[in-house]
């Protein structure tokens, strides 16, 4: 049964590499118009008022012994069918799809590096956790973190954190909040959603892919650093490295998304022997 889902903000499509199918790239991440508009507004709002340092260590403690469910990577792929992201304006068709053009695109760009290929099917799967009945304002869109003032580029920056008790907290409020200057983005505490719990599920389970895939995974989603050039007073030398990598992945991300679906089936077995080359098994998610 598919859960009464829509798209994710965090999902805007992918490259197609092809510019004469891609999708004008201007028209990708529309948050001032277009038919889904109001959906993507209303789950911004309740994420923007919700997410707090407090609820944010809750999510932590309540995902991190990874006792949710038990199932393959693969497995993961097939439960994204019954959802679709409300947070992206760009899509309104099931996230398996994202996944797999995701990947492909990547694979076409970069023949030779099978693990980037299959970071690009695994960046969404952390939205299981919407199919585990977790709201998509906890689950899907860009992520921010959390302890400290948002920064302009956050999408709806200027209306949708008025509700956010943390605001109101005189060291939260402030630019660099509860942190030091520079102290690196591991350090940070960033509001929670499928970026996070799934970065975090890839430690646990002890994927044997390369850093940049880990950074690829947990900051995908963080387009006020990425491509707003915000936060930069919280990066250590490290994050100003791997961001080229974080913008290189995010070009598959966001240019690969249309409607003209992959065949799933001809391309499950390339991936599944990826999977079994770098997350084998039943893991625990």
Not at 47 to 58: A, E, I, N, S
Not at 87 to 103: E, G, K, L, R, Y
Not at 218 to 246: E, I, K, N
Request: charged share 25%; aromatic share 14%; proline share 7%.
């Amino acid at each position: 049964m598919k859960v009464a889902v829509g798209p994710d903000p965090s999902l805007v499509y992918r490259p197609d590499m092809d510019p004469d199918v891609a999708k004008d790239k201007g028209s990708f991440r529309n948050y001032t118009s277009g038919p889904l508009l109001d959906r993507v507004f209303a789950t911004y709002k309740l994420m923007h008022t919700r997410q707090t340092v407090d609820f944010v260590r809750k999510k932590h403690a309540q995902f991190g012994g990874f006792s949710y469910k038990k199932m393959t990577v693969m497995e993961a792929v097939d439960m994204l069918d019954g959802l679709v992201d409300e947070s992206d304006p760009d899509v309104d068709f099931p996230n398996s799809f994202h996944a797999f053009q995701t990947a492909e695109g990547i694979r076409k760009a970069h023949p030779d590096k099978d693990w980037f290929h299959l970071v690009g099917l695994l960046h969404d799967l952390g939205k299981v956790l919407a199919l585990a009945g977790e709201p998509q304002w906890a689950v899907v869109g860009d992520t921010f973190p959390v302890g400290c003032r948002p920064q302009a580029s956050v999408v709806f920056c200027d209306s949708t954190f008025q509700d956010n008790p943390d605001l109101q907290d005189p060291l939260y409020s402030t630019e660099l909040g509860m942190y030091q200057p520079h102290c690196g983005l591991e350090n940070v505490l960033m509001s929670w959603g499928h970026d996070e719990y799934m970065y975090q599920m890839m430690k646990f389970n002890k994927f044997s892919l390369p850093p940049e895939a880990f950074y690829m995974i947990r900051f995908h989603s963080f387009y006020p650093w990425h491509t707003g050039g915000d936060y930069r007073q919280l990066c250590s030398a490290r994050d100003l490295a791997m961001l080229p990598w974080v913008r290189e992945f995010n070009k598959f991300d966001l240019y690969t998304k249309c409607h003209d679906l992959p065949d799933v089936d001809d391309l499950r077995p390339y991936y599944q022997g990826l999977i079994d080359k770098y997350c084998p098994g039943v893991l625990r998610w």
